[in-house]
């Protein structure tokens, strides 16, 4: 079983920065793509951004030029460097993982991210 460990959440002011980070208990090259969801109270989880194994990133058109996704393999972390946040980034922030094939995704166990205007 893998375990996806997010840390780096809290309450920002709207302008400010944050980094989250996504700590996997295996090689995360054994995934073929990671990536970043987000809840906010009443709304569906959606996709913030997502990278490749070998380093292809996708964003949500809301963050794009904002967030960055980024991966260190030697640590098996995946980052999520979000500037620029706005009251609506608030959510529960949570790292996904995509083994592809027959196993099934593995997810974190969310970390909050609050912004005040």
């Known amino acids: 079983q893998v375990q996806l460990v997010e840390s780096g959440g809290g309450l920002v002011q709207a302008g400010g920065s944050l980094r989250l980070s996504c700590a996997a208990s295996?090689?995360?090259?054994?995934?073929?793509?990671m990536g970043w969801y987000r809840q906010a109270p009443g709304k569906q989880r959606e996709l913030v951004a997502g990278?490749?194994?070998?380093?292809?990133?996708n964003y949500a058109g809301s963050v794009k030029g904002r967030f960055t996704i980024s991966r260190d393999n030697a640590k098996n972390t995946v980052y999520l460097q979000m500037n620029s946040l706005k009251p609506e980034d608030t959510a529960v922030y949570y790292c996904?993982?995509?083994?592809?094939?027959?196993?099934?995704?593995?997810w974190g166990q969310g970390t909050q991210v609050t912004v005040s205007s």
């Open positions: 996904n993982a995509n083994p592809g094939g027959w196993e099934h995704d593995y």
């Open positions: 295996r090689s995360i090259f054994s995934f073929n793509a």
């Open positions: 990278i490749t194994k070998f380093g292809t990133t």
